[in-house]
């Protein structure tokens, strides 16, 4: 799994439910409710094994990209923007449940806990990246004029790509922090401590970039609607 850090997540999340400078309000477009969304695990089964589990959110990831497809194809550009939006708003919320696992796993010491948390956030992370690449794929095909609602969209996946393998990397380290201090290797939790800080400033230029890329796009559905 790659990462990027909750600790932005709350910022990042709250100016797209605020709309930005453009003032633009974005309602979920019809057929768009179902799209995106975090895939559940809270009624799994407990004898069920990682793998197992695993298997099964990456047959729901795959029913759910064929649907997602399917729901595309009749959208205008619009709406399709608005599908963007819906993802990201997704993600904060993606993001913040993964932090939540981390830190159950912390603060219980049982640290069996965390590949499932980061076997659901994978799953919803995919499910998200593949609603985005889809909306992309659809501009390209049906909307050929809107080059730049792609690209700033292709920006967009690559920052959060690399704010997820960021992440990923903070929540290794603050693991290794916790075990350091358990041990009382004080030398190597300061170093850590300074990692965790280093990483902790580049997921938040990638939160700001991310922004940015969210506030262009609330502009162009403006534009497109007047």
């Given at each position: 799994?790659?990462?990027?850090?909750?600790?932005?997540?709350?910022?990042?999340?709250?100016?797209?439910?605020?709309?930005?400078?453009?003032?633009?309000?974005?309602?979920?477009?019809?057929?768009?409710?179902?799209?995106?969304?975090?895939?559940?695990?809270?009624?799994?089964?407990?004898?069920?094994?990682?793998?197992?589990?695993?298997?099964?959110?990456?047959?729901?990831?795959?029913?759910?990209?064929?649907?997602?497809?399917?729901?595309?194809?009749?959208?205008?550009?619009?709406?399709?923007?608005?599908?963007?939006?819906?993802?990201?708003e997704d993600r904060v919320v993606t993001y913040r449940q993964f932090e939540e696992g981390l830190q159950q796993s912390l603060t219980t010491g049982n640290m069996s806990l965390y590949p499932i948390a980061c076997a659901k956030a994978t799953a919803s992370f995919s499910v998200?990246?593949?609603?985005?690449?889809?909306?992309?794929?659809?501009?390209?095909?049906?909307?050929?004029?809107?080059?730049?609602?792609?690209?700033?969209?292709?920006?967009?996946?690559?920052?959060?790509?690399?704010?997820?393998?960021?992440?990923?990397?903070?929540?290794?380290?603050?693991?290794?922090?916790?075990?350091?201090?358990?041990?009382?290797?004080?030398?190597?939790?300061?170093?850590?401590?300074?990692?965790?800080?280093?990483?902790?400033?580049?997921?938040?230029?990638?939160?700001?970039?991310?922004?940015?890329?969210?506030?262009?796009?609330?502009?162009?559905?403006?534009?497109?609607?007047?």
């Amino acid at each position: 799994l790659s990462a990027r850090s909750s600790c932005h997540n709350d910022k990042e999340g709250e100016q797209k439910h605020n709309g930005g400078g453009c003032g633009c309000n974005h309602s979920i477009p019809k057929g768009g409710e179902s799209m995106g969304q975090s895939i559940d695990m809270l009624q799994e089964n407990e004898e069920q094994t990682l793998e197992e589990k695993k298997q099964l959110l990456e047959q729901e990831r795959l029913e759910r990209s064929t649907k997602i497809k399917e729901e595309l194809q009749n959208m205008s550009c619009v709406e399709l923007i608005k599908t963007v939006l819906q993802a990201q708003e997704d993600r904060v919320v993606t993001y913040r449940q993964f932090e939540e696992g981390l830190q159950q796993s912390l603060t219980t010491g049982n640290m069996s806990l965390y590949p499932i948390a980061c076997a659901k956030a994978t799953a919803s992370f995919s499910v998200l990246s593949d609603t985005i690449n889809a909306v992309i794929e659809q501009l390209t095909a049906a909307h050929n004029n809107k080059k730049l609602l792609s690209k700033i969209m292709v920006k967009l996946q690559k920052e959060e790509k690399e704010k997820l393998n960021l992440t990923a990397a903070l929540h290794l380290e603050k693991i290794r922090e916790q075990g350091t201090l358990v041990e009382g290797d004080e030398r190597t939790a300061s170093l850590l401590s300074e990692a965790i800080t280093t990483l902790t400033i580049k997921i938040t230029r990638c939160v700001q970039n991310i922004n940015e890329f969210i506030e262009e796009l609330r502009c162009e559905a403006m534009e497109e609607q007047e």
